[in-house]
C-alpha cells in the first residue's frame, strides 16, 4: 500500500491545449464569479499542494492564478504533443514523488472531489495511477500518477504514441469505486455546448441550496 501520509504530491494543472473545439481559450471561460482555470487552481491550492500549471500561453493567464504564492507556471519543456507533453514536462520541472494531474477544463472538480480521489489512494494498493472513474468511463486527466510512470511517458513521447490510453494500458489502475465522487467530478467543458451544460448544472445546483 502506498502511504500518502510520507507521499510527496504536487498538483499538475494541463493548460496547454488549444481549445478548438471550443474556439476560445477553455481556461479563461467564466465560472463561479472567476474564471475556469481559476477555480481549478484554488481548489488544488486549498488542499495545501503546491500547483504546477503548464500553459503556452502564460501572458494570458489571469491573475487569480499567477498571484497565489503556491502556483508556478511552465510552458512545455518539448514539443508540444497534447497531454503527454505536459506530463512530461510535469515529472521534469517537479520533483514530488507523485503528481494530480488535472485538465483546466473541470468544472466541478473541487477540493471535496480530489480529496475523495486522494483518500481512495490511500487506500489503494500496488497502484501506478488512481484514475476518477465516472459517467461509465476512466479520466486520465483526473488522476494521480506515481513518479515511476515517468519513464513510459518519455517513451510515448519519443515514439510518437500521443494517446494517453496506450499508456495506461500498461499501468496497474486503480479506478475511483462507484459512488465515491460526483457524476460531474470528472466533467469536461470542452465544446460550447459542454459549457452551456455546465452553468445550467450550475445554475440547478445553487438553485437547490437556496
Same mark, same amino acid.
Given at each position: 500500500? +502506498?502511504?500518502?501520509?510520507?507521499?510527496?504530491?504536487?498538483?499538475?494543472?494541463?493548460?496547454?491545449?488549444?481549445?478548438?473545439?471550443?474556439?476560445? #481559450?477553455?481556461?479563461?471561460?467564466?465560472?463561479?464569479?472567476?474564471?475556469?482555470?481559476?477555480?481549478?487552481?484554488?481548489? +488544488?491550492?486549498?488542499?495545501?499542494?503546491?500547483?504546477?500549471?503548464?500553459?503556452?500561453?502564460? *501572458?494570458?493567464? #489571469?491573475?487569480? +492564478?499567477?498571484?497565489? &504564492?503556491?502556483?508556478?507556471?511552465?510552458?512545455?519543456?518539448?514539443?508540444?504533443?497534447?497531454?503527454?507533453?505536459?506530463?512530461?514536462?510535469?515529472?521534469?520541472?517537479?520533483?514530488?514523488?507523485?503528481?494530480?494531474?488535472?485538465?483546466?477544463?473541470?468544472?466541478?472538480?473541487?477540493?471535496?472531489?480530489?480529496?475523495?480521489?486522494? &483518500?481512495?489512494?490511500?487506500?489503494?494498493?500496488?497502484?501506478?495511477? +488512481?484514475?476518477?472513474?465516472?459517467?461509465?468511463?476512466?479520466? #486520465?486527466?483526473?488522476?494521480?500518477?506515481?513518479?515511476?510512470?515517468?519513464?513510459?511517458?518519455?517513451?510515448?513521447?519519443?515514439?510518437?504514441?500521443?494517446?494517453?490510453?496506450?499508456?495506461?494500458?500498461?499501468?496497474?489502475?486503480?479506478?475511483?469505486? #462507484?459512488?465515491?465522487?460526483?457524476?460531474? &467530478?470528472?466533467?469536461?467543458?470542452?465544446?460550447? *455546448?459542454?459549457?452551456?451544460?455546465?452553468?445550467?448544472?450550475?445554475?440547478?445546483?445553487?438553485?437547490?441550496?437556496?
Amino acid at each position: 500500500m +502506498v502511504n500518502l501520509d510520507v507521499l510527496t504530491i504536487g498538483g499538475v494543472v494541463l493548460a496547454g491545449g488549444r481549445s478548438g473545439r471550443m474556439g476560445r #481559450p477553455k481556461e479563461l471561460l467564466s465560472w463561479k464569479g472567476g474564471t475556469l482555470i481559476g477555480h481549478v487552481v484554488s481548489e +488544488v491550492t486549498a488542499l495545501n499542494l503546491p500547483c504546477l500549471i503548464v500553459s503556452n500561453a502564460p *501572458e494570458r493567464l #489571469p491573475e487569480e +492564478v499567477t498571484r497565489l &504564492a503556491k502556483v508556478s507556471i511552465t510552458g512545455d519543456l518539448v514539443p508540444s504533443a497534447g497531454p503527454i507533453s505536459g506530463i512530461v514536462t510535469a515529472f521534469r520541472v517537479r520533483r514530488e514523488e507523485a503528481l494530480l494531474i488535472l485538465s483546466c477544463d473541470l468544472p466541478f472538480a473541487d477540493r471535496e472531489q480530489i480529496g475523495r480521489l486522494l &483518500a481512495h489512494a490511500q487506500q489503494a494498493k500496488e497502484w501506478d495511477v +488512481v484514475a476518477a472513474h465516472t459517467a461509465g468511463r476512466l479520466h #486520465p486527466l483526473f488522476a494521480l500518477y506515481h513518479r515511476r510512470t515517468q519513464p513510459l511517458w518519455e517513451e510515448a513521447l519519443r515514439s510518437g504514441r500521443y494517446r494517453l490510453m496506450d499508456v495506461l494500458e500498461r499501468l496497474r489502475i486503480a479506478e475511483t469505486p #462507484p459512488g465515491l465522487l460526483d457524476d460531474w &467530478a470528472a466533467y469536461n467543458a470542452n465544446t460550447p *455546448e459542454e459549457y452551456r451544460m455546465a452553468l445550467a448544472e450550475q445554475h440547478a445546483r445553487d438553485m437547490e441550496r437556496r
